[in-house]
């Protein structure tokens, strides 16, 4: 099985598609990923997880069935990211699923590894370390296929 490899610049940057976060409990802004419209994603958002950490549900705009928000500042998960490219980036395995992490400052960017299409996760700074909130995900994750690629 192949292992994780750095991923391509430009590959990285598709990755980091537009999301940008409403405050004050108003809708928040989200890209739609390439992919959301996939069976797989419809399969995983049918098991999205009802709250996240205690954090209630928020809506979306655009509201998509791929995307889904909770708290505020939201927690934003979207299904439909391109699959990651092996890269030496840390990975961490929660519930038999593989994730990378990206520290974006004032929180954290979580990304299935070995899932294709891929769920992302947003976690602001303000609801803690980001792994400690991906048991909440594991069910929605399992409903994406695999590819050729695992956590070492």
């Keep these: 099985m192949p ?3 750095r991923p391509h610049a430009a590959l990285a940057g598709a990755l980091a598609l537009p999301l940008l ?6 809708s928040v ?3 739609i990923p390439p992919a959301a419209d996939s069976p797989a994603c419809t399969a995983a958002a049918e098991r999205w997880p009802t ?7 928020r809506e979306t705009t655009p ?3 791929a995307i889904k928000a909770w708290g505020d500042p939201a927690v934003v998960a979207r299904c439909g990211m391109p699959a990651m490219p092996p890269t030496e980036e840390q990975c ?12 974006l400052g004032d929180g954290a960017r979580l990304t299935t590894f070995g899932r294709d299409p891929a769920i992302e996760v947003i976690v602001p700074g303000e609801h803690g370390p980001g792994p400690l909130l991906l048991p ?6 399992k409903e994406l296929p ?7």
């Design 136 to 141: 909440a995900f594991s069910a929605a994750v």
């Design 3 to 5: 292992s994780s490899r």
């Design 63 to 65: 509201s998509s069935p």
């Design 21 to 26: 976060l409403a405050g004050c409990g108003g």
């Design 92 to 103: 961490v395995v929660v519930n038999g699923i593989g994730w990378v992490a990206e520290d």
């Design 146 to 152: 695999t590819n050729d690629y695992t956590c070492t």
């Design 29 to 31: 802004e989200v890209g």
């Design 51 to 57: 709250d996240v950490s205690g954090l209630e549900p």
